[in-house]
């Protein structure tokens, strides 16, 4: 098996300074075998990566919709932020994406969800996010693990990193695979290692988006 980060950021992100360099780095320390790079409405991060090493890299996005933030893996084609989930789900479809859904129950969060918006998506997501390390209070993960199980939706774990050392903190190992559609073939049979984050991560966010606000240079455009 391999493991698999499915959520993490570098600086095309606006809370985030990681480079590309220094999150593949702590993958190869890590010995993570595949990092799903999931910047903010950007595949920018992603791409600059997946130049540098191929094999670690698969190129993602974490979408903000009008509704709740969508989480994608093997993304060719940038989605832009605030489109409705059923508009960024069909474009992300048309690219054969692989589609979650970023901690769904995160109520702290400008990207979390309304059940009754989520579960009207739900028949066109291959999974959900059950377990996200930065999620403040435990039962947000609790309750989407229960959702998950209650409606036999797929899930996927993730760090959620934003600076380079939290990279790895929640993984899934899964079998082998080429491409979205193998990943949809084995996602049910993964094992989730997760651990959590604590509160004060979120300061490194926070002087991210200082630090991007006041320093454009950290930006990716």
């Known amino acids: ?116 918006d989520l579960l009207e998506i739900l028949p066109f997501v291959d999974a959900i996010e059950v377990y996200n390390s930065r999620c403040m209070v435990p039962w947000f993960n609790r309750q989407a693990k229960g959702f998950a199980q209650k409606h036999n939706i797929a899930a996927t774990v993730g760090s959620d990193a934003h600076a380079a050392f939290e990279v790895g903190k929640s993984l899934m190992l899964l079998d082998q695979f080429s491409g979205p559609d193998e990943m949809r073939n084995v996602i049910r049979k993964g094992i989730q290692k997760v651990r959590w984050s604590p509160p004060w991560f979120h300061l490194i966010s926070r002087y991210a988006s200082l630090m991007n606000k006041k320093n454009p240079k950290f930006r990716v455009d």
């Open 1 to 116: 098996m391999i493991s698999v980060e499915f959520h993490c950021h570098t600086y095309a992100s606006k809370d985030s300074l990681t480079r590309p360099v220094d999150l593949i780095a702590t993958a190869h320390s890590k010995g993570i075998n595949r990092v799903i790079i999931t910047d903010h409405n950007s595949i920018a991060g992603a791409r600059e990566a997946k130049v540098i090493d191929p094999e670690l890299i698969i190129v993602g996005e974490e979408i903000m919709t009008t509704k709740g933030e969508i989480l994608a893996a093997f993304v060719t084609d940038e989605i832009p932020p605030l489109l409705t989930p059923s508009e960024t789900i069909r474009r992300l479809k048309e690219q054969g994406a692989f589609i979650s859904v970023s901690h769904p129950f995160d109520v702290l969060r400008a990207g979390g969800w309304k059940e009754n």
